[in-house]
């Protein structure tokens, strides 16, 4: 008797429990309707054969619902679980919208309103004024028109980062003490942004696009499609406010170059030029 004993206790082998429970995980990993479970270290080759050829196999510590029922697992024999994971595609990085800019001007006959504050006077539109951004701008004379406004509004922007920008004329230079310094700008997008003040007095050359230089009000995330940019006369708006033009930029603008070309390893590679 001790002589079998002793031969029992030197072989390696599993219980029949052990068996049946690794035989039904087994079976159930490889018909996919769970992760694929290696009952042992040596069969980690075997099953990675067994995977479609699309798909890439990687093997992780031993998981399970909880400690104990990991626990668990590790006592019937798991040792690890394999799974698999689709050939890597890229990803970009949110959101580059290809480039979008839209531009909203005065003269543009709709996204484009203006009101006026009870007891004060119209707005009114002129030309022939050099550096306006087409032909015309919109001004009113703000000491009996507080509370005035221009509305420049945008439609269909996709989700992502911003950057915001408005156009005062060089007309101002000719005039600088008619113009206000700290001009009220507020943005909206599902709501408004705190107002963002800019001295109509100084041009501030922030952006130059197709000649022209723009003044940034900031960079905003938009997740509604309708933003709004309102400029808004108060005391300090001068004796004339402008409005003339309001831009709205992809913060990230993006050209793709070159195609995207997918690699050996589950990776890809694509060739951009970024603004």
């Known amino acids: 008797m001790s002589q079998i004993g002793r031969t029992r206790a030197s072989r390696r082998g599993s219980t029949y429990l052990e068996v049946q429970v690794a035989m039904v995980l087994l079976s159930i990993g490889i018909s996919g309707l769970y992760s694929l479970s290696v009952i042992q270290s040596r069969q980690t080759a075997r099953l990675g054969q067994m995977l479609p050829a699309d798909e890439i196999a990687s093997i992780n510590p031993v998981t399970g619902g909880s400690p104990s029922e990991a626990a668990w697992m590790k006592k019937f024999g798991v040792y690890a679980d394999i799974t698999t994971d689709a050939v890597a595609a890229p990803v970009p990085n949110y959101p580059l919208n290809e480039g979008f800019l839209e531009i909203r001007d005065n003269e543009d006959s709709s996204g484009f309103y203006t009101y006026r504050a009870y007891g004060g006077d119209d707005w009114e539109e002129y030309g022939g004024h050099p550096g306006d951004y087409r032909s015309t701008v919109h001004e009113i004379q703000t ?6 406004y221009a509305l420049f509004s945008f439609y269909g922007v996709p989700p992502g980062d911003y950057e915001v920008f408005t ?14 310094s700290a001009v009220p700008h507020y943005v909206f997008n599902g709501g408004w942004a705190a107002p963002v003040y800019v001295d109509q007095r100084a041009i501030e050359h922030d952006f130059d696009y197709a000649g022209k230089w723009w003044e940034r009000l900031g960079v905003y995330t938009f997740r509604n499609s309708t933003v709004h940019v309102l400029l808004y006369g108060w005391p300090r708006s001068g004796d004339w406010l402008i409005a003339d033009a309001v831009m709205l930029r992809c913060r990230r603008s993006v050209e793709v170059v070159t195609p995207i070309t997918t690699t050996i390893g589950g990776g890809a590679t694509v060739t951009v030029e970024l603004d």
């Open 143 to 148: 000491p009996t028109s507080v509370g005035s």
């Open 167 to 180: 156009f005062v004329p060089e007309k101002k230079k000719s005039y600088p003490g008619q113009f206000g």
